[in-house]
């Protein structure tokens, strides 16, 4: 195992505060109230199009692919003016990265969230000097589940898909590991709805000091 890939948003990054405020901002300049955060976090996972579709239904508005277009870019100002100003990393997060780059892995992110977005967050979290690749939500014409960002991280960091692994909290992230056939390490901490059991996994954890164990153990498991 040479390369492990990250999911950014409820694996990294506790961002959906940071997400709620963009919305509740965006929702009142069209004189809507604010959806509450739990209703936000259920939302986020599929990238910014699919996020403002469902904010868009849930207040009653049109959700077609015309509205998400028209409403897409007045949405990314708001929040592209401060992404990270709520969002943390989760506990142990930074220590894990500089412990698994000094150990000799390439690190990557593979999100859904725009690129523009996810460079400024990882940046103002500092935490963007580990990574040798990030591929966005907005960065190929397909999105996570579509195996096409994973594999296009794995073409960045110069390395095989069968030498990666993909860190993730989601049922989304869940479904990329399947799709690219790349052992999938499951974050419960981060943003799932579906239970542990029932997400095709390799391994799962709840703390980020867990995480370099798991990936000994997986690199001596496919070490020939």
């Keep these: 195992m040479r390369a492990v890939v990250f999911d950014l948003d409820g694996t990294l990054v506790d961002s959906v505060p940071d997400i709620h405020a963009a919305v509740a901002a965006f929702l009142a300049e069209r004189g809507h109230q604010a959806l509450d955060l739990a209703t936000i976090t259920g939302f986020v996972g599929n990238g910014v199009p699919v996020l403002l579709e ?5 207040v009653g508005e049109a959700d077609g692919p015309a509205a998400v277009a028209a409403a897409l870019p007045r949405f990314l100002e708001i929040y592209g003016a401060e992404p990270s100003a709520l969002s943390r990393l989760y506990p142990g997060v930074a220590e894990t990265l500089a412990e698994l780059q000094a150990a000799g892995f390439l690190l990557g992110i593979c999100t859904n969230k725009p690129l ?6 990882i940046a103002e979290l500092g935490i963007a000097r580990h990574f040798a690749a990030l591929v966005g939500g907005d960065s190929l014409p397909q999105r996570k589940p579509d195996p096409a960002p994973l594999r296009h991280v794995a073409a960045a960091l110069g390395v095989d898909l069968s030498a990666l692994a993909y860190v993730g ?21 981060g943003y799932r709805k579906t239970p542990v059991a029932d997400l095709p996994h390799r391994a799962s954890f709840d703390r980020f000091v867990l995480l370099s164990g798991l990936l000994a153990g997986l690199t001596a498991a496919v070490a020939p």
């Design 54 to 58: 469902r904010v868009l239904g849930a």
């Design 116 to 121: 523009g977005p996810a460079r400024q967050m």
């Design 169 to 189: 909290d989601s049922e989304v992230d869940a479904a990329t590991a399947a799709a690219a056939a790349v052992p999938f390490l499951l974050f419960t901490e």
